[in-house]
């Protein structure tokens, strides 16, 4: 699958034979204004983002520690209805 290279200041499709370059020049200018640059966050921005992938990282771990009991008292009382029946399978065979 064939990838068209974009110079990294305009976005637009390199020229043929230039595919290798990441920016325009080589033959002439950019076609186009360069792309407008994402706006710098703000350190209370950044905070508050990471707050928020705090919690929902407790969350996560809070959900996985709830199906982790929950497996260990299935798999608790499967064993001991195991237990009860290999008794009572034990108990008929002594008869």
């Not at 209370?44 to 996985?64: D, I, T």
């Not at 709830?66 to 798999?75: F, K």
């Not at 009572?88 to 065979?93: H, M, R």
């Amino acid at each position: 699958m064939s990838e068209t290279n974009r110079c990294g200041l305009c976005g637009e499709p390199m020229p043929e034979g230039e595919e290798m370059f990441k920016f325009h020049g080589y033959s002439g200018p950019c076609p186009k204004p360069p792309l407008a640059r994402p706006a710098k966050k703000s350190y209370e921005q950044l905070e508050r983002e990471n707050v928020e992938l705090l919690e929902a990282c407790k969350a996560l771990v809070e959900a996985r520690d709830g199906l982790v009991s929950g497996m260990a008292e299935r798999i608790e009382r499967a064993t001991e209805l195991a237990r009860a029946a290999l008794a009572k399978a034990q108990g008929k065979e002594g008869m």
